[in-house]
T-cell receptor
Framework: GQQLNQSPQSMFIQEGEDVSMNCTSSSIFNTWLWYKQEPGEGPVLLIALYKAGELTSNGRLTAQFGITRKDSFLNISASIPSDVGIYFCAGGGTQGAQKLVFGQGTRLTINP | DSGVTQTPKHLITATGQRVTLRCSPRSGDLSVYWYQQSLDQGLQFLIQYYNGEERAKGNILERFSAQQFPDLHSELNLSSLELGDSALYFC????????????FGEGSRLTVL
């Protein structure tokens, strides 16, 4: 079945540093989504990408939909303590979000 | 607040028992998705309903079943519970546009003892 490889699995950084994480797959996706999950909460949508090559920003977050449609990255600039959480990538197929496939997550820890 | 409501938030039960988790999607959303998240794991797709009909099935065990009612709320039934069924169960809904974005509820944490 379709699988997403998300890396790194965890990151320990200092406040103010930039963060980069990515997802790769052997399958092509038509949609890439990035979610953030905080303890005890459901995943919250951060950025949605719909077109190969698309680069989209949401505040300090920037994500890109890879040209091959098999990968995506998420960057966070100038990290702050509230960025702590688990970040998930998700790929959607040709029929919208049916069977949206999630990566295993990147756990971000920030040292003040 | 995503607009997706899940109950109960927490549930503790014993092996062999049966539980029902409930989800109300965002107002106007016709699609409901169920996902399972085990400890420190990603989200595993279980099943999707659209306007009352099953549309897609993932790795859902035979002991699990779901349905979507005419008012669009959905229930996930878990029976003959095992220790390994302990997990967070998330419901998500999607709008009528084909954007692929899912909006998640806060989840139901199931603990099987």
């Amino acid at each position: 079945g379709q699988q997403l490889n998300q890396s790194p699995q965890s990151m320990f950084i200092q406040e103010g540093e930039d963060v980069s994480m990515n997802c790769t797959s052997s399958s092509i996706f038509n949609t890439w989504l990035w979610y953030k999950q905080e303890p005890g909460e459901g995943p919250v949508l951060l950025i949605a990408l719909y077109k190969a090559g698309e680069l989209t920003s949401n505040g300090r977050l920037t994500a890109q939909f890879g040209i091959t449609r098999k990968d995506s990255f998420l960057n966070i600039s100038a990290s702050i303590p509230s960025d702590v959480g688990i970040y998930f990538c998700a790929g959607g197929g040709t029929q919208g979000a049916q069977k949206l496939v999630f990566g295993q997550g990147t756990r971000l820890t920030i040292n003040p | 607040d995503s607009g997706v409501t899940q109950t109960p938030k927490h549930l503790i039960t014993a092996t062999g028992q049966r539980v029902t988790l409930r989800c109300s999607p965002r107002s106007g959303d016709l699609s409901v998705y169920w996902y399972q998240q085990s400890l420190d794991q990603g989200l595993q797709f279980l099943i999707q309903y659209y306007n009352g009909e099953e549309r897609a099935k993932g790795n859902i065990l035979e002991r699990f079943s779901a349905q979507q009612f005419p008012d669009l709320h959905s229930e996930l039934n878990l029976s003959s519970l095992e220790l390994g069924d302990s997990a967070l169960y998330f419901c998500a809904s999607r709008g009528t546009g084909n954007t692929g974005e899912l909006f998640f509820g806060e989840g139901s944490r199931l603990t099987v003892l």
